[in-house]
């Protein structure tokens, strides 16, 4: 079975400043997806990036993008300028390609500081 | 994408009793998740609920603990049977994105067991 492990429970970052969250998983299939969900106070889950696991190149979203090595199975999410509004718990997730469930990791709570 | 509401957004029962979760996607979709996140935990997946059969349990969680049905592509309802304080947690409801490869989350229904 796939497991996904973040080893930081908890992070803070200076507002505006850049801050990695890390993420390791474990797996023998070759193609899967890999995901980071935020979730705010309001308990709402928000997909923040998606990775493929054939596409060789890092996904980026405005702010947010991944350190993917398929090698060495981590997937790592960078936010640049980090904002107020990014405080939350960020999850780790992994779905088989064939499969539709998602596994997620421990979380880490993100602190931002003004 | 999808949209997902849940209902109740949370409640109060006491020991013993039993409360149904419904959950409605604004989209026809092939499989619905139902996840437990117990108090400043991960998210564990309880079942796969699957429209025109029964549940898809994993391990630890069982039908007659967490009855779910699925009587359409639309919507899924989970209950908790005879409750205990050790069920206190946020029910998520999910479902799937298609080629995306993502899962749209319900906002939760968190339920306290005095």
């Known amino acids: 079975a796939q497991t996904v492990t973040q080893s930081q429970p908890e992070m803070s970052v200076q507002e505006a400043e850049t801050v990695t969250l890390s993420c390791t998983y474990d797996t023998s299939e070759s193609d899967y997806y890999l995901f980071w969900y935020k979730q705010p106070p309001s308990r709402q889950m928000i997909l923040v990036i998606r990775q493929e696991a054939y596409k060789q190149q890092n996904a980026t979203e405005n702010r947010f993008s991944v350190n993917f090595q398929k090698a060495a199975k981590s997937f790592s999410l960078k936010i640049s300028d980090s904002q107020l509004g990014d405080a939350a718990m960020y999850f780790c997730a992994y779905r088989s390609w064939g499969a539709q469930k998602l596994v997620f990791g421990q979380g880490t709570r993100l602190t931002i500081n003004p | 994408s999808a949209v997902i509401s849940q209902k109740p957004s949370r409640d109060i029962c006491q020991r013993g009793t039993s409360l149904t979760i419904q959950c409605q996607v604004d989209?026809?979709?092939?499989?619905m998740f139902w996840y437990r996140q117990q108090p400043g935990q991960s998210l564990t997946l309880i079942a796969t609920a699957n429209q025109g059969s029964e549940a898809t349990y994993e391990s630890g969680f069982v039908i007659d603990k967490f009855p779910i049905s699925r009587p359409n592509l639309t919507f899924s309802t989970l209950t908790v049977s005879n409750m205990s304080p050790e069920d206190s947690s946020i029910y998520l409801c999910?479902?799937?994105?298609?080629?995306?490869?993502?899962?749209?989350f319900g906002e939760g229904s968190r339920l306290t067991v005095l």
């Open positions: 989209s026809q979709v092939t499989m």
């Open positions: 999910s479902a799937g994105g298609g080629d995306t490869g993502e899962l749209f």
